[in-house]
C-alpha cells in the first residue's frame, strides 16, 4: 500500500503561480503512473492530468494545458504540480493519486489518494 500526501497549496491571487507536491511512500513509487486531480466547492472531482512512473509520457486536461506541468522525481518518491498564471476557476482541494495497476498507460483507475491541499486564487 503506497501512502501519499499533497502539500504546497494556499492562497495566491490570479495570474501567479504555486507548487504542490506529492510525497510518496510505501509502494515502489517509480512503478506507478500519477495523477493530480481537484474538487471545487460543489463540484464532481475532475482529473487535472497525470504522468507515466518514467515521467515520459504526460496528459493533461484541456482546462489546464500550457498553464500547468506534472513532473515527478523517482529518487525522491515525490510527485509535483507546478500551477501557472492561475484562475480564480482553478480553485479547489488538489490531490494526488496512484494508478491501481503497475505499468498501466494510460491509467484507468486511481487508488489510493493523497487527503487533499487547498488551492484558492483571488480575483
Known amino acids: 500500500q503506497v501512502l501519499l500526501a499533497e502539500s504546497g497549496g494556499g492562497l495566491v491571487q490570479a495570474g501567479g503561480s504555486l507548487r504542490l507536491s506529492c510525497a510518496a511512500s510505501g509502494r515502489t513509487f517509480s512503478s506507478y503512473a500519477m495523477g493530480w486531480f481537484r474538487q471545487a466547492p460543489g463540484k464532481e472531482r475532475d482529473i487535472v492530468g497525470h504522468?507515466?512512473?518514467?515521467?515520459?509520457?504526460?496528459y493533461y486536461a484541456n482546462s489546464v494545458k500550457g498553464r500547468f506541468t506534472i513532473a515527478r522525481d523517482n529518487a525522491k518518491n515525490t510527485l509535483y504540480l507546478q500551477m501557472n498564471s492561475l484562475k480564480p476557476e482553478d480553485t479547489a482541494i488538489y490531490y494526488c493519486?496512484?494508478?491501481?495497476?503497475?505499468?498501466?498507460?494510460?491509467?484507468?483507475?486511481?487508488?489510493?489518494w493523497g487527503q487533499g491541499t487547498q488551492v484558492t486564487v483571488s480575483s
Open positions: 504522468i507515466s512512473w518514467s515521467g515520459g509520457r504526460t
Open positions: 493519486a496512484a494508478a491501481r495497476r503497475l505499468g498501466e498507460w494510460p491509467p484507468l483507475d486511481f487508488g489510493p
